[in-house]
Every structure is written in C-alpha cells, then in structure tokens.
C-alpha cells in the first residue's frame, strides 16, 4: 500500500547531508545515472532566491518572472541518460509559489522533463499522519527524503539505502504518477488564465535542488 511505504520512509534509517554535500552527491549520481528517476513534491510553497524569475514573482514583477523562466536552458538541467518523472502534488487554487512552479514545469516538460500533476484530494487517504515527504529515488536501493527549514529553504537531503523501503516508495510514486496528469495538459486548462500570483516577501535564505 502507498500510505505504509511512505510511513516506513520516516522510520527508515539515513544519513542527513547538509546541502552542499547533498548536491553534489546527487549529481554525481545524476551524471552517471540511467532508467528513471522519481520526484515526489508535496509541498505547497519553498524558498528558491537563487532563482530570479522566483524571486521578480515574489517582488510582484509577474512579467519579468516569465521573461527570466524564458531565458532558462531546461534541457540543460536534465539527467544525461535518465529520465525524470515528477510527480507533483497540487492543491487549488494554488499558491503564488505553486502557480509560478507549475509554469516552470509546464515548460521543463516540454524541455524533455516527464512532469505530471495530481491534485492532493487523490492523497489525502495517505496523510493520515503527515504529508507525504519530499523524495528523489535514484535506483533500487538509493533514495534522498529533501530537506527543507519552516520557511520552505532547502536545507540538505537523508540519504536513505534500504533497499525495501527504497522499492516500496519506487511503486507508490509510480502508481500515484500512472494516475495524475501531464503537467502541460494541466497547466493548459487550470493554471494558464489565473491572473498574475500575489507577490510575496523575500527572504534571504537558501534555496532548494
């Protein structure tokens, strides 16, 4: 069942890495890596001000947020031989931060990206307890729970190796994705008419992978 293999992630052993340690571990995995990787973003807001189409959104600038998503080389930022499925957790009407990420993965999707939305009513059954956690799932037995602070700021990644727990959370997410909705498709029809997102306040922090 879903809803036991992510329980068994906050029970799993791992190892916290700060995130500098976590980048680039992660991509040096990611540079060698093929097959597929899984994404599982749950949460409604995180704090990118290393991102300056984020941050012209949160100061209020809708169209230099999308002129800056513009100049974004996606293809870039995708594994080399891997193949990047996102899952994407959504509630509505989304947050100013939620809004601006479906546009950016609207257009990583077109990049080459496999980014799909599942609106959260169809995991509510799974959160009993807690929301769903934040995972990457690189292989059979290696996957990273993402960390984040109070704020949203990315803060580093548990590095978690059990190999049950890492295939159990490899078929939650997959099943969950074979339901959910191409990101592009969704951003078509629900995202694209919105107005421009309320601005926010900035705040200095790190950013998130």
Same mark, same amino acid.
């Given at each position: 069942?879903?809803?036991?293999?992510?329980?068994?992630?906050?029970?799993?052993?791992? $190892?916290?890495?700060?995130?500098?340690?976590?980048?680039? $571990?992660?991509?040096? *995995?990611?540079?060698?890596?093929?097959?597929?990787?899984?994404?599982?973003?749950?949460?409604? *807001?995180?704090?990118?001000?290393?991102?300056?189409?984020?941050?012209?959104?949160?100061? @209020?600038?809708?169209?230099?947020?999308?002129?800056?998503?513009?100049?974004?080389?996606?293809? &870039?930022?995708?594994?080399?031989?891997?193949?990047?499925?996102?899952?994407?957790?959504? $509630?509505?009407?989304?947050?100013?931060?939620?809004?601006?990420?479906?546009?950016?993965?609207?257009?990583?999707?077109?990049?080459?990206?496999?980014?799909?939305?599942?609106?959260?009513?169809?995991?509510?059954?799974?959160?009993?307890?807690?929301?769903?956690?934040?995972?990457?799932?690189?292989?059979? &037995?290696?996957?990273?729970?993402?960390?984040?602070? $109070?704020?949203?700021?990315?803060?580093? @990644?548990?590095?978690?190796?059990?190999?049950?727990?890492?295939? @159990?959370?490899?078929?939650?997410?997959?099943?969950?994705?074979?339901?959910?909705?191409?990101?592009?498709?969704?951003?078509?029809?629900?995202?694209?008419?919105?107005?421009?997102?309320?601005? @926010?306040?900035?705040?200095?922090?790190?950013?998130?992978?």
């Amino acid at each position: 069942m879903p809803g036991e293999a992510f329980e068994h992630v906050r029970q799993a052993a791992g $190892e916290v890495l700060p995130a500098a340690e976590y980048r680039t $571990e992660l991509y040096d *995995h990611l540079r060698r890596m093929e097959g597929v990787v899984w994404k599982l973003e749950r949460a409604q *807001h995180f704090h990118e001000p290393d991102t300056p189409s984020w941050v012209a959104m949160m100061s @209020g600038d809708w169209d230099r947020s999308l002129a800056l998503m513009d100049e974004m080389r996606f293809a &870039d930022d995708l594994p080399p031989r891997a193949e990047l499925r996102r899952l994407r957790i959504v $509630e509505m009407p989304p947050t100013p931060y939620l809004q601006w990420e479906i546009v950016l993965l609207a257009a990583r999707t077109r990049a080459g990206e496999r980014a799909r939305a599942l609106h959260a009513r169809s995991v509510r059954h799974l959160e009993s307890r807690a929301p769903l956690p934040e995972l990457l799932i690189l292989t059979r &037995d290696l996957m990273y729970e993402i960390l984040y602070d $109070e704020i949203g700021a990315h803060v580093g @990644g548990r590095r978690i190796t059990d190999a049950p727990v890492v295939e @159990g959370c490899a078929r939650a997410v997959a099943e969950l994705y074979a339901g959910a909705e191409d990101m592009v498709a969704f951003h078509d029809r629900e995202v694209a008419q919105l107005p421009p997102p309320a601005a @926010g306040r900035i705040l200095s922090r790190p950013g998130h992978s």
